[in-house]
């Protein structure tokens, strides 16, 4: 069975689903995992509360690409509250196989950018502002 599943991410990962820029995105995220490299942008276009489009750029390990072609495939036609319940346990199903404890950060990068952006984030709750970037002060 692990090696149907395996196949599955490999596809994904060489044949991604829903990447490349999305004209008119409404919430977009951007995140990294800083132990490895990999980079998520996670673009949405929300319409009536529901994910009408969805794509994502990055770069990265077959799990965090693969990881991300699958969510994005998962939450097309989702509204935003059933975006924002999604969960790490969630991802492991989608992938199917055991994930390492090395790689846990690398299959849910895709879910952090996703969650960021369905939540209208800047910067992830306690991480620091990107260099260069306004500080925001919730008074806005």
């Known amino acids: 069975m692990d090696d149907m599943y395996r196949d599955y991410i ?10 490349g820029d999305l004209p008119g995105a409404t919430h977009t995220y951007h995140d990294t995992n800083p132990l490895c490299g990999d980079e998520i942008t996670m673009a949405l276009r929300i319409e009536d509360g529901r994910v009408a489009d969805v794509r994502f750029e990055g770069k990265g390990c077959a799990i965090s690409q693969a990881s991300a072609s699958i969510l994005t495939e998962d939450v097309k036609g989702k509204t ?7 969960d790490r346990q969630r991802i492991f199903e989608n992938l199917g196989i055991p ?5 846990v950060k690398c299959a849910l990068l895709g879910l952090k950018a996703l969650k960021g952006a369905a939540w209208g984030l800047s910067t ?11 500080k925001r002060t919730g008074t806005e």
């Open 10 to 19: 490999l596809d994904h990962y060489r044949n991604p689903r829903n990447t």
């Open 80 to 86: 935003l509250e059933e975006v924002r319940v999604i």
């Open 99 to 103: 994930i390492s404890p090395a790689r």
């Open 124 to 134: 992830w709750p306690g991480e620091e502002e990107p260099a260069g970037a306004a």
